[in-house]
């Protein structure tokens, strides 16, 4: 071992890469690593937030990664239109990675494979160690027999057409297309006047490993709309853990001593599987530390984890009732009624931040879902249930 860090970070994605950033900011004589097993940070992504999901502090200081703003957004279904006035912002990751290649430097290794990991040290493929005071294993998600997990996947093309488009919002969701096996729908980001990220998007079971479909429901999308693609510049594909239910202790058993960041560590929002003011939030709680150690690293990801666990008990149920209840094909329903809602309401769903009000106002009246069904969608409360529903 030649080297000594203050922090190891495995993994250079968003969680880690903001982690990484941050303390650069706030802690400049700190000594750090990141490592990434990529040539570059970040990954494929692009990362999305809602106005209201962060603090006026935690958007000035991020501020510099977002490529693209909007001022609202707008939602499609078969017997509802509306457009919202809620902020909504984009990072994509190139923007991310050339922001954090110059800004640290040398404090990031790539093309770098993490062969293990604990506490204190972490291996390499060639053998070598690395020791820090601590490790934050950033590695993306999981497998775990403690948690049941829907998905949202999809599969993103970033195309170039050869007229504008006429757009201004985004439209977060057009569900005014052919469902399926799920709860489908479209997502369009405006990047220019004649570009695009257009996303195919499902509410499934399990990620989807037919990604010629999911092109051929892009393009077919875009020539609906009467959009004529000249060039397909970017495909972005991924599937984001959506919650059903849980054991928050056996889960973070399984974890064990090394201290861990992002979908690994639990934390995203449970409807979506966005995780970046999650990620946002932990970066700033480890860069405010005095110091750094292991076993006070891991305290503060999983306090952090099971306060967002305690808070996020309600939409597990919704989750289930969405996933569980009703035809597939139907389960659009459920997403045009919620849309109906106040946008307040709307704003603090996305945030995870709903009042008691909110909460009995989801569920007031009709439900679009049949009532034996969702009554035994909502008493499925364990992961072994779910697997075992009879």
Known sequence: MTSRYDLILAGGGLANGLIAWRIAQLRPDWKILLLEQGNRLGGNHTWSFHQADLSEAEHAWLAPLVEHRWPGY??????????????????????????????????????????????????????????????????????????ALGWQAFLGLEVQLTAPHGLTLPRLMDADVEQGAGYRFVYVLPLSEDRLLIEDTHYVDQPLADHGLLRRHVRDYASRQGWVIQEELREETGALPITLAGNFDEFWREIGDVPCSGLRAGLFHPTTGYSLPHAVRLADRIAALPALSSPVLLGVVREEAQRQWQRQGYFRLLNRMLFLAGRPEQRWRVMQRFYRLPEKLIERFYAGRLTALDKLRIVTGKPPVPMTEALRAASLRSPQQLRNPE
């Open 74 to 147: 707008r939602v499609r279904f078969a017997n509802l239109k509306r457009g919202l006035s809620g902020g909504y912002a984009s990072i994509p990751s190139d923007r991310f990675a050339d922001r954090l290649h110059t800004d640290l430097g040398d404090r990031v290794r790539t093309a770098v494979e993490v062969a293990a990991i604990e506490p204190t040290r972490v291996q390499l493929a060639d053998g070598q160690w690395l020791a820090g005071r601590a490790v934050i294993d950033g590695r993306g998600p999981r497998a775990s027999d403690h948690l």
